[in-house]
Structure formats: C-alpha cells, structure tokens
C-alpha cells in the first residue's frame, strides 16, 4: 500500500530567483572540445542503439522484481560515493557528491519546502543499478520515450539512432507510434534508467510519504526533450502539463548546482537523515 503525504504542496513562488554560478554555456557541453566528450559520446551512442521498446519493457519487469536486497535511504546513498555518470559532460565527480549539492541548492531557495529538499537528495539514487551490474547506457543520461518517433532535440540527435532496431519499424518511426494523442506520460514506456528504477522503488516502499509532485520529479527529470525542448507535448495530459512547473525548477538546482563547492556531506548527513525518517523510514527493496 502507498500512502501519499496528507498536506496540499504549496505553489512555487514565481518570484524566487535561482542563483547560478556559471552561465548556462558552460552545463550541457556535448561538443567535441569538451573533455569528456568522447566518454559521453560513447555511452549515449550505446544507449541510442540498445535501448529498444523491447528492451526496456524486458529491464523493467527484471527490476521491478526488487530481489537486489534491502537497504536503507541512506545506505544506498553511500552506495554512489563509487559511482561516476558516464554520460555527464559536465563532471567527473562521485554522484552522492551531487546529490548533496541539488539538496542544498533547492534548501537555500525553499528553506520550507523539506520534502523537496529530499528529493534533491535523492533523484539520481537509481543508479545504485550500476554497482549491481547494469551498464551506464542502461541506467544514466537523459531519457526518451520508445515505441514513437525519436526527437531531434534527444543529445546527439536521431544521427546515433542509426543503428536501433527500431528505428527500422514503421510503426515506431511515426509521431504517435504505439500511444494515442494525449494518452499521458504515466502509459508512456520510457527508455530504462535511473528515473524509472527510482521512482518504482519508492512506489513498492509501503511508507513513502512523498507527495506525488516529487515521485513525478524524480520519474521524469532526465526527460530533457520534453521539460527543455518542449517535445513530446502531444504525448503529454492534464496532470503532466501541471506538473512540468516542478520539473523546470528542479531542473535549474539539478543542473546548476554542479559548479558549486564541495559540501560538507558530514555536517549534512544529521539534516537529511531526519527528513529521511519522516518521508521514506526504514529499509527498501531494490
């Protein structure tokens, strides 16, 4: 059973305004001159290949299994202190590192907000995937729907679809594919990665109190071609049309934040432990 948190979310003030350190050039540099261009390349290009509707709907079920033990919040956190994403043009630092820093980034700007906090925390925690075996372009990057046309707007373009297996199909080349107009994004099957994983654990965990703005946060944050580029609206119903709102600010903390200094994970752990307890206690299974 899943219990949802009893209080109304407050609208996000329009008002408040994030506090970039670097202008937005230097985020999402997927250019040949960025240093960990060929790196990048090479995981996306993969996961462009592999990632077919066939495959993601096999992954899931796999996962959704949740027989890779259980382990607390916190637990699986330290689990991304040995893991650096591979698709990330913008650094090369362990993921629990960044995952503090969108914590903190969204608490400065909404100190009341803690629920929100803690999904800054925790957004990437899928991909614990990795240290149970699942390679890069099946966990990290950005994410796009399957069974439909690809977008030109997905990093590297429909160029590094070449090679899909769905791309050969007619069905799956057409704009709609396999969904109808405005059918909603919940019925939509989403290329296999951490967004996915971490939002069906949290789902099977009896008491997660989360409110459903961040459960969608963090299954939809890596989806840049809709909540950056726009596309896929078609795709899209009432529900996701409210809640891109949350997306676009997340998106602002998620990204922005990995100019910032180092954070004093230790000092911090007592904070977020806390929060831990109220919205998502005891041991999941993953």
């Not at 990048?40 to 890779?68: C, G, I, P």
């Not at 608490?107 to 990437?124: A, K, Q, T, Y």
């Not at 990290?140 to 997905?154: A, E, K, M, Q, V």
């Not at 709102?245 to 998106?251: G, S």
Request: glycine residues 4%.
């Amino acid at each position: 059973m899943f219990f949802l948190f009893s209080q109304p979310v407050r609208i996000l003030d329009p008002s408040v305004t994030f506090r970039p350190e670097k202008s937005e050039e230097y985020f999402r540099n997927y250019t040949s001159n960025n240093v960990y261009h060929e790196r990048v390349r090479n995981t996306y290009y993969e996961m462009h290949t592999r990632q077919t509707l066939s495959y993601a709907k096999e992954r899931l079920e796999y996962w959704t299994k949740f027989d890779h033990g259980e382990r607390t919040i916190m637990e699986a956190l330290d689990i991304l202190n040995s893991v650096v994403d591979e698709s990330d043009p913008d650094v090369d630092i362990p993921n629990s590192v960044h995952a503090y820093q969108t914590a903190e980034r969204i608490r400065e700007v909404h100190p009341d907000l803690d629920w929100f906090h803690l999904v800054g925390l925790i957004h990437d925690l899928g991909k614990v995937m990795v240290q149970f075996g699942e390679p890069q372009w099946s966990v990290t990057g950005d994410t796009f729907p399957l069974g439909c046309r690809f977008s030109d707007h997905i990093v590297f373009g429909r160029e590094s679809f070449t090679d899909s297996d769905d791309c050969k199909d007619s069905v799956y080349s057409s704009e709609l594919g396999i969904y109808e107009k405005n059918c909603g994004l919940q019925r939509v099957v989403m290329s296999w990665g951490h967004d996915e994983y971490m939002y069906r654990v949290l789902r099977n965990h009896a008491t997660c109190r989360l409110p459903e703005e961040g459960l969608y946060v963090i299954r939809f944050h890596s989806f840049y071609p809709y909540h950056t580029s726009g596309d896929y609206t078609y795709l899209c119903d009432n529900n996701d049309t409210e809640q891109l709102e949350w997306l676009n600010r997340f998106n602002k903390f998620d990204l922005y934040s990995k100019a910032d200094s180092m954070p004093a994970v230790e000092e911090l752990r007592p904070y977020y432990q806390g929060l831990i307890d109220k919205y998502i206690p005891g041991k999941l299974k993953w």
